[in-house]
T-cell receptor
Framework: GAGVSQSPSNKVTEKGKDVELRCDPISGHTALYWYRQSLGQGLEFLIY????????KSGLPSDRFSAERTGGSVSTLTIQRTQQEDSAVYLCASSLEREVSEAFFGQGTRLTVV | GDSVTQMEGPVTLSEEAFLTINCTYT??????LFWYVQYPGEGLQLLLKATKADDKGSNKGFEATYRKETTSFHLEKGSVQVSDSAVYFC??????????FGKGTTLSVSS
């Protein structure tokens, strides 16, 4: 597609349930990033995939969070046993190799845990 | 670790006013610096960047100069428009890891 696509755009879930958020990066982009945007907290880095290298998971806040990237393209961010503090907008971005400055962002998934 | 601090908003201006949004950074090396903008209902997009000291990034009438001596990258525009209303994020990268963002500054411009 023309840009980074994320789905769903909105997700409401009950505390304790698992959720999966999807990201379709721009075709040909080898780098993919997940960020979390919370009110008043800016953009928090979660995880970074680059080609076939091991992902940089240093930003994942707990072991309830995990992400995978299949075939070097689509990525899924999974949050297990969701908590209310997980409520945020989850943003995905992609870029060519390590050209971080040219990262293109999706419109995000707004997650609300009730 | 590396970090970015930007002025808290919201910033409220009248059309044609001068804009400054302050941004300072802490980094062990010599990072590249960026300003991203998030218009209402849209995704983040790169506004401008500077990759080394004294470089000036510019786009859409916005400018920012990489000041190593003051570790700053303040965003300026001489005459804002209503269409500039958005959230602005200062960010840095050392080229090896993902972008590190500030908390964002909301700009509201009225006619």
């Amino acid at each position: 597609g023309a840009g980074v696509s994320q789905s769903p755009s909105n997700k409401v879930t009950e505390k304790g349930k698992d959720v999966e958020l999807r990201c379709d990066p721009i075709s040909g982009h080898t780098a993919l990033y997940w960020y979390r945007q919370s009110l008043g907290q800016g953009l928090e880095f979660l995880i970074y995939f680059q080609g076939n290298s091991a992902p940089d998971k240093s930003g994942l806040p707990s072991d309830r969070f995990s992400a995978e990237r299949t075939g070097g393209s689509v990525s899924t961010l999974t949050i297990q046993r969701t908590q209310q503090e997980d409520s945020a907008v989850y943003l995905c971005a992609s870029s060519l190799e390590r050209e971080v400055s040219e990262a293109f962002f999706g419109q995000g998934t707004r997650l609300t845990v009730v | 670790g590396d970090s970015v601090t930007q002025m808290e908003g919201p910033v409220t201006l009248s059309e044609e006013a001068f804009l400054t949004i302050n941004c300072t950074y802490t980094a062990t090396g010599y990072p590249s610096l960026f300003w991203y903008v998030q218009y209402p209902g849209e995704g983040l997009q790169l506004l401008l960047k500077a990759t080394k000291a004294d470089d000036k990034g510019s786009n859409k009438g916005f400018e920012a100069t990489y000041r190593k001596e003051t570790t700053s990258f303040h965003l300026e525009k001489g005459s804002v428009q209503v269409s500039d209303s958005a959230v602005y994020f200062c960010a840095l990268s050392d080229g090896m890891t993902a972008l590190i963002f500030g908390k964002g500054t909301t700009l509201s411009v009225s006619s």
